[in-house]
């Protein structure tokens, strides 16, 4: 495995105004970046479980931060993702740990090996690609690598 730098982790959550407003009581401090609307469309080659869905994927995605600790806080708005299959599945809480990497195909390559596969993948133009490489055999996580372009 190669140089993995930590990005944040992610924290599924179904309403996330009332998501960001609890933490913010908790003294979360929210990430001086605007809210983002993720629509599978805006994204090259999106691929979930290998496919391209058949309808839009769109989830709605604020930061917050703890210390120097980022938390990526993803609510799915329509379409289903694996963000919906962890809500459904587990509830809230946290679902993927984000690495930057140097080398992306390198590293889902090596994981894929250790039977972990790529459950979503993308490309964010000029900005990014990226995979959700399920290890929830290895203790729970998937994991999401992200490469800038």
Known sequence: MGNWQFQHLGLEVRDLDKAVEYFQS??????????????????????MYGKTPDTEIKTRIRFIEKGSVQYELPQPLEGYSIHNEFLDEKGEGISHVCYGVDDL?????????????????????????????????IGGLIYELVVRL
Do not use: H, M
């Not at 908790?26 to 691929?47: H, Q, W």
């Not at 596969?117 to 290890?135: K, M, N, Q, W």
């Open 105 to 137: 195909d390198k590293e889902v390559a090596e994981l894929a090996k250790q039977g972990c596969p790529v459950i979503l993948s993308g490309e964010v133009p000029d900005r990014a690609r990226f995979a959700y490489v399920d290890a929830r055999k």
């Open 26 to 47: 908790l003294g979360f401090t929210l990430v001086p970046r605007p809210e983002v609307i993720a629509g599978s469309n805006s994204y090259r080659n999106f691929k």
